[in-house]
């Protein structure tokens, strides 16, 4: 199966106004043109973008005076989200839905805008590849038996949800990330990430059989997805292991809404006699990109990072969290010459 890139399915024809424009003149040509949007340039290079969206949130915000004294800039929607034109549709996808945008400008290899997508573009482009695929499953069923699980293979990694928890899957989560990292270290801007893991699930599983296991996953998915913010995003990690994408959120405030969440999840008191708590509850290791973090790191060191501090809250009892920011590699060996003071091999003596 090919993968189809943004560039096929993008129009060239794009609106574009300078970031100076009267955004009245701007209101009044998406107006008269049917403009559902119009992207801000800055010698080619998209900078912006005004929707619709932007226009009825400045009504219910502002008097007609205070509006006509704006200039694009005021209200434009930043950091961009824009992709490349060799970007696959299952990625394009992937970051529009997730950050709950319809527009996103496409850019060349230079930056520069060279088109516009749409998330009904993406959506049907989608949605005939993937009956096109199942076309194939099913004229496929009298063949051999490996050439049907290749069939199946193939329309699993069309889906970016996963079919139990009802989150995103792991292949959504790992364009989410590395688009999140991206702008992170592009506009210096925090983001955190979450890993919960049930605690004593094999033996919830073992005690209570599959079939309630199966329950447990989703009650948790649905605990964590009606506390969150609309801009976080939940995908199942693996197993019983949630990762939750908390972007522009510092290590403090992370902190505060996964304790929330633990608590929140222990006082729905699912029973579960094989753990310590006698209730349902999670560990979970926080990580965060600080804006002024690490330099020339990844988003899988952040995952990496979390990972670590899971452990550790296993480690110290469970039913807790444990947290704490991805280091620069200067940083990191500060920290470790400040654990070496005092000691005799450090003074020289």
Known sequence: MQDIFVKSLMTTEVAVTPPAADLMDVIQTMLASHYSCMVVTDEDVPVGIVTERDFIRLLAERDDRSIRALKVRDVM????????????????????????????????????LSGLVTLTDLAKSHF????????????????????????????????????????GNRRAMEVDLAYSHAQSVRYSRDYSVALFDIDFFKAYNDCYGHLAGDMALRKV??????????????????????????????????EILVGRLLEGLAALHIPHQMSTHKVLTMSCGIACQAAEGSKGKGWNDVVALADRCLYQAKQSGRNRYAGTELQSITDAIKSCLRGFEGSPAFSGG
């Open 77 to 112: 929607s930043r950091p961009l989200i824009a992709v490349g034109e060799d970007t696959t549709l299952f990625d394009a996808l992937v970051m529009i839905t997730s950050r709950n945008v319809r527009h996103v400008p496409v850019v060349d290899g230079d930056g520069k």
């Open 128 to 167: 005939q590849v993937y009956e096109k695929q199942r076309e194939i499953i099913e004229h496929s069923i009298t063949a051999r038996t490996r050439q049907l699980l290749e069939a199946n293979e193939k329309l699993k990694a069309l889906s970016m949800v996963d079919p139990l928890m009802g989150i």
């Open 221 to 254: 998915a649905e605990h964590l997805q009606i506390r969150i913010r609309k801009s976080d995003r939940l995908y199942r990690y693996g197993g019983e292991e949630i990762l939750l994408l908390l972007p522009e959120t510092p290590l403090a405030g992370a």
